[in-house]
Structures are given as structure tokens and as C-alpha cells.
């Protein structure tokens, strides 16, 4: 059995709140971004058209997303983050070699969701479109390999919701690369993406809780 260790230090709960601070992607997108774009139609836009940073036809749809640069940043900054919190993390399990190959899965996810914001989908379409289908699945992956992770550690709820989430993202991720109905294109691209990284911010709020709760000597 694999045993959890919430530590009271610093660097665990930064790396908890480093996690939690990707719900700035929702804000951003959905929040800031859509409500000025051209459209607002979740179901047929793909993610990738807020940051395109010329008005034209985006996934057999013209689309236009003057607030491009936002949604950009908060790609490149949520990268960072998942990089650099999935490093501090990885302590509250001992290490070995699925340790590090789940944290290490999420951290190349983050480096291509900073790929993604750095090469929008209009300017360098094929860079872009690695870097986000590397950012899909990679995290879809590690979020699997850490829920499999936590049930084994007795932590039923986060072992459940980490494999049906990372189940979910990898099944929508892989009838997103197979090229649905341009229709349904975007619905497919969000059940890829926020499933996952919804669990990543909420599990980044409980490391962090957790890190807090040892320094005051209670049980996480």
C-alpha cells in the first residue's frame, strides 16, 4: 500500500496552490475571452480559436478573438504552473518509478500547454496543434496514473474521480485527434480538456490544504 506525506513545508503547499491557480483558465476563456469573440458557440468552436490572433476561418468556422492575447498568456502561465507544481508535488508520495512517471507525464503537459500559447493556431497551425494534443493526452495520462496512485494509498474518492476523469479525457481526446463533425469539434475538445483539469485545481486545493492542516498538527 502507498502512503501520502503532508508535509507542513512550504514548497508542498506552494506547489498545491500553483496547481489550484490553473481555475484562472476559466475565468480567462470563458469569462473574458468568449463573451468579446465572434461567437460564443461552445459546442462548435475548438478551444484553440480564442487565441488566434487574426480575424479568418478557424475549424471550418470564420472566428475572430480580439482578446487573443489573454487567453494566450493564461495558457503559457497555467503551463508554467502545471510544470513547475507537478515538481513540488511529487513529494507527497515516496518515490519510485511510477511516481515520477505520472509527474513527469503532467509536467510535459504543462510544456505544451506553454507550447500551445506561444504558437497560436492560426500562425504555426501544426506546432500548435502537437503542443495541445500532447497537453490532451499527456494530462488525460497522468491524472490516470495518479488516481490508480491514490487508490492504492486508501484515498478513495481522489483514486475514483483521477481514473474516470483521466479516462474520460483520453476516450473525447482520441475522437478530438479522429477528426469528428467540425460541429461538435469544440464540444469533443472540452470533455478532453476539463475533466482533467478540473482534478488537477482541485487537487492542488487539497495538497495545499493538506500542507496547511500538518502544520497545525492536524491529520490531512
Given at each position: 500500500m502507498r502512503e501520502l506525506?503532508?508535509?507542513a513545508s512550504r514548497s508542498l503547499t506552494a506547489g498545491g496552490l500553483l496547481w489550484a491557480s490553473l481555475a484562472q483558465v476559466f475565468v480567462v476563456n470563458n469569462a473574458?475571452?468568449?463573451p468579446r469573440a465572434s461567437s460564443?458557440?461552445?459546442t462548435e468552436h475548438i478551444i484553440s480559436a480564442l487565441g488566434v490572433t487574426h480575424c479568418g476561418r478557424v475549424g471550418g468556422f470564420r472566428f475572430c478573438s480580439p482578446w487573443h492575447e489573454a487567453a494566450d498568456i493564461a495558457w503559457i502561465v497555467a503551463g508554467v504552473c502545471l510544470v513547475v507544481g507537478s515538481g513540488l508535488n511529487a513529494a507527497v508520495f515516496p518515490p519510485d518509478r511510477l511516481r515520477n512517471l505520472a509527474f513527469g507525464i503532467l509536467a510535459v503537459s504543462g510544456l505544451g500547454l506553454v507550447s500551445t500559447g506561444f504558437?497560436?493556431?492560426n500562425l504555426r497551425p501544426s506546432v500548435h496543434l502537437l503542443s495541445a494534443g500532447t497537453c490532451f493526452f499527456c494530462g488525460a495520462?497522468?491524472?490516470l496514473l495518479l488516481g490508480c496512485m491514490l487508490r492504492q494509498a486508501q484515498r478513495p474518492f481522489w483514486g475514483t474521480t483521477g481514473i474516470l476523469c483521466g479516462v474520460v479525457s483520453i476516450v473525447s481526446a482520441?475522437?478530438?485527434?479522429l477528426r469528428p463533425d467540425p460541429y461538435v469539434q469544440g464540444l469533443f475538445e472540452r470533455i478532453a480538456a476539463w475533466p482533467s483539469v478540473v482534478w488537477i485545481i482541485c487537487a492542488g486545493a487539497y495538497i495545499a490544504l493538506s500542507a496547511r492542516r500538518a502544520s497545525r498538527g492536524r491529520r490531512p
Amino acid at each position: 500500500m502507498r502512503e501520502l506525506t503532508f508535509t507542513a513545508s512550504r514548497s508542498l503547499t506552494a506547489g498545491g496552490l500553483l496547481w489550484a491557480s490553473l481555475a484562472q483558465v476559466f475565468v480567462v476563456n470563458n469569462a473574458i475571452v468568449l463573451p468579446r469573440a465572434s461567437s460564443r458557440n461552445l459546442t462548435e468552436h475548438i478551444i484553440s480559436a480564442l487565441g488566434v490572433t487574426h480575424c479568418g476561418r478557424v475549424g471550418g468556422f470564420r472566428f475572430c478573438s480580439p482578446w487573443h492575447e489573454a487567453a494566450d498568456i493564461a495558457w503559457i502561465v497555467a503551463g508554467v504552473c502545471l510544470v513547475v507544481g507537478s515538481g513540488l508535488n511529487a513529494a507527497v508520495f515516496p518515490p519510485d518509478r511510477l511516481r515520477n512517471l505520472a509527474f513527469g507525464i503532467l509536467a510535459v503537459s504543462g510544456l505544451g500547454l506553454v507550447s500551445t500559447g506561444f504558437n497560436p493556431y492560426n500562425l504555426r497551425p501544426s506546432v500548435h496543434l502537437l503542443s495541445a494534443g500532447t497537453c490532451f493526452f499527456c494530462g488525460a495520462v497522468g491524472v490516470l496514473l495518479l488516481g490508480c496512485m491514490l487508490r492504492q494509498a486508501q484515498r478513495p474518492f481522489w483514486g475514483t474521480t483521477g481514473i474516470l476523469c483521466g479516462v474520460v479525457s483520453i476516450v473525447s481526446a482520441t475522437l478530438t485527434a479522429l477528426r469528428p463533425d467540425p460541429y461538435v469539434q469544440g464540444l469533443f475538445e472540452r470533455i478532453a480538456a476539463w475533466p482533467s483539469v478540473v482534478w488537477i485545481i482541485c487537487a492542488g486545493a487539497y495538497i495545499a490544504l493538506s500542507a496547511r492542516r500538518a502544520s497545525r498538527g492536524r491529520r490531512p
